[in-house]
């Protein structure tokens, strides 16, 4: 008997995911082919309500439907308070996840692009030691539930990733950077030259005196800026009273050049879909409108506990119930065209990545990193790498005043779209 069919008989709500995913990994160490692997997982996740409680259990296990039905319901006797409902089929924006040109990629092509950007490191700087990774996944996942909701969506995310660790003496610089996408780019290397580009520069190392200046955050960088952010905006984080921004909608927290949004129907990306992992709807959503905090992002469970409505931000994997979490975290572009902010600045820094990032009590909005690539800007222009630095600073406090925000954005690490973002005074501190 089919396991929702079984559970609706001794359940008041019943919900089914049938995950499978076949992946495939090639890694590249020290500029040499190392190993490639491909691995499929597949399974079934039940989440039941009896009596108002919620229980839960997974399995790759086909075979063990019954033992599996009985797991879920013996932990709803022990579970969380239910005071939700599984939705109703809802229609949702068509979204692009798949694609055939993906799909069919073989092993042998996913070798011969990683020799490809082998082949853009290696001229520029022959001691580079390179890591790549290579994977290319095929996700099929279905959800249904009592209701009658029977959502399913397949996806082929794509993802290529660079570091490039280079040792001269007691200098060592890491770089990294990843294309992420589940629709074939014709230009599917850009990434790796942009990583190229930093690394010329790099090779060229300046001081500057520590103390008060504009720091040009670049869209690795600015990372700094959204982890606390998408922390502080989680419907959960809020829920638990954690958030710096509960109770505060409505109000102006950041200066008018800040816009932020969460939107998982942009076609070709990881987090998109046309629906949660929970069969709602993906939406567009303003968080925060030029300052003004608008919205936080809830799954079914923390909107019902906030009382509000889900905002379709469920995300989930196979042993793991889901959690709001975010598709596409979007800080929306600017109006400065770049080389006009970086004309602006007579002394400076931009930094493109910190080191330790993400570590901590980061939700409060507080940090305090060492920079691991950051360059000099002199009378607008880009002179030369800068070592032994770290900034420190609010979040909260720092997007209250902003220069300038960008035209130009990129996608960081397959789900972040950022601009640059320019500070018109932090503290830069020097090496001890």
Same mark, same amino acid.
């Given at each position: 008997?089919?396991?929702?069919?079984?559970?609706?008989?001794?359940?008041?709500?019943?919900?089914?995911?049938?995950?499978?995913?076949?992946?495939?990994?090639?890694?590249?160490?020290?500029?040499?082919?190392?190993?490639?692997?491909?691995?499929?997982?597949?399974?079934?996740?039940?989440?039941?309500?009896?009596?108002?409680?919620?229980?839960?259990?997974?399995?790759?296990?086909?075979?063990?439907?019954?033992?599996?039905?009985?797991?879920?319901?013996?932990?709803?006797?022990?579970?969380?308070?239910?005071?939700?409902?599984?939705?109703?089929?809802?229609?949702?924006?068509?979204?692009?996840?798949?694609?055939?040109?993906?799909?069919?990629?073989?092993?042998?092509?996913?070798?011969?692009?990683?020799?490809?950007?082998?082949?853009?490191?290696?001229?520029? /700087?022959?001691?580079?030691?390179?890591?790549?990774?290579?994977?290319?996944?095929?996700?099929?996942?279905?959800?249904?539930?009592?209701?009658?909701?029977?959502?399913?969506?397949?996806?082929?995310?794509?993802?290529?990733?660079?570091?490039?660790?280079?040792?001269?003496?007691?200098?060592?610089?890491?770089?990294?950077?990843?294309?992420?996408?589940?629709?074939? /780019?014709?230009?599917?290397?850009?990434?790796?030259?942009?990583?190229?580009?930093?690394? *010329?520069?790099?090779?060229?190392?300046?001081?500057?005196?520590?103390? *008060?200046?504009?720091?040009?955050?670049?869209?690795?960088?600015?990372?700094?800026?959204?982890?606390?952010?998408?922390?502080?905006?989680?419907?959960?984080?809020?829920?638990?009273?954690?958030?710096?921004?509960?109770?505060?909608?409505?109000?102006?927290?950041?200066?008018?050049?800040?816009?932020?949004?969460?939107?998982?129907?942009?076609?070709?990306?990881?987090?998109?879909?046309?629906?949660?992992?929970?069969?709602?709807?993906?939406?567009?959503?303003?968080?925060?409108?030029?300052?003004?905090?608008?919205?936080?992002?809830?799954?079914?469970?923390?909107?019902?506990?906030?009382?509000?409505?889900?905002?379709?931000?469920?995300?989930?994997?196979?042993?793991?119930?889901?959690?709001?979490?975010?598709?596409?975290?979007?800080?929306?572009?600017?109006?400065?065209?770049?080389?006009?902010?970086?004309?602006?600045?007579?002394?400076?820094?931009?930094?493109?990545?910190?080191?330790?990032?993400?570590?901590?009590?980061?939700?409060?909005?507080?940090?305090?990193?060492?920079?691991?690539?950051?360059?000099?800007?002199?009378?607008? /222009?880009?002179?030369?790498?800068? *070592?032994?630095?770290?900034?420190?600073?609010?979040?909260?406090?720092?997007?209250?005043?902003?220069?300038?925000?960008?035209?130009?954005?990129?996608?960081?690490?397959?789900?972040?779209?950022?601009?640059?973002?320019?500070?018109?005074?932090?503290?830069?501190?020097?090496?001890?």
């Amino acid at each position: 008997m089919d396991i929702l069919t079984q559970l609706k008989k001794q359940a008041e709500q019943v919900e089914v995911l049938n995950l499978q995913n076949e992946k495939t990994t090639i890694e590249y160490e020290a500029n040499q082919l190392k190993t490639c692997t491909v691995a499929e997982t597949k399974g079934t996740a039940v989440r039941v309500i009896r009596k108002g409680k919620l229980g839960f259990a997974a399995s790759t296990d086909d075979t063990v439907m019954d033992k599996l039905a009985a797991n879920a319901l013996e932990s709803a006797a022990y579970g969380d308070e239910a005071p939700f409902s599984f939705p109703d089929q809802k229609p949702a924006a068509i979204v692009r996840t798949f694609d055939k040109a993906v799909a069919d990629l073989p092993i042998a092509r996913l070798v011969e692009i990683g020799k490809e950007i082998l082949d853009l490191v290696l001229p520029v /700087e022959p001691e580079a030691r390179c890591n790549i990774s290579l994977e290319r996944s095929l996700v099929s996942a279905s959800i249904r539930n009592q209701k009658g909701l029977d959502v399913s969506f397949q996806t082929s995310p794509l993802s290529l990733g660079v570091e490039i660790d280079r040792i001269e003496g007691d200098d060592v610089l890491i770089l990294y950077d990843q294309l992420g996408t589940t629709i074939w /780019e014709k230009d599917y290397l850009d990434f790796a030259r942009r990583l190229v580009e930093k690394l *010329k520069k790099a090779s060229t190392i300046t001081t500057i005196k520590p103390g *008060k200046m504009p720091v040009l955050f670049a869209p690795t960088g600015t990372l700094a800026l959204g982890l606390p952010l998408s922390q502080g905006l989680s419907g959960k984080e809020v829920y638990k009273g954690t958030s710096p921004m509960k109770g505060k909608i409505g109000e102006k927290l950041f200066d008018e050049k800040v816009t932020i949004v969460d939107d998982g129907t942009i076609d070709g990306k990881f987090a998109s879909a046309s629906y949660d992992d929970e069969g709602m709807p993906h939406h567009r959503n303003v968080l925060v409108d030029k300052g003004v905090l608008k919205s936080f992002v809830y799954d079914l469970k923390t909107a019902a506990q906030s009382g509000v409505e889900s905002t379709g931000n469920a995300s989930r994997q196979l042993f793991f119930p889901p959690e709001p979490s975010f598709t596409n975290f979007v800080i929306q572009p600017g109006q400065t065209p770049l080389k006009d902010m970086l004309a602006g600045i007579d002394e400076g820094i931009m930094v493109e990545d910190l080191l330790g990032l993400g570590q901590g009590n980061i939700i409060s909005g507080a940090f305090s990193n060492p920079l691991a690539l950051a360059f000099k800007i002199e009378k607008g /222009e880009i002179v030369g790498r800068v *070592k032994d630095l770290s900034i420190a600073g609010n979040i909260y406090d720092l997007l209250k005043d902003v220069a300038a925000v960008s035209k130009e954005a990129q996608w960081v690490y397959s789900t972040f779209y950022a601009p640059y973002v320019l500070i018109p005074e932090m503290n830069v501190a020097g090496k001890s």
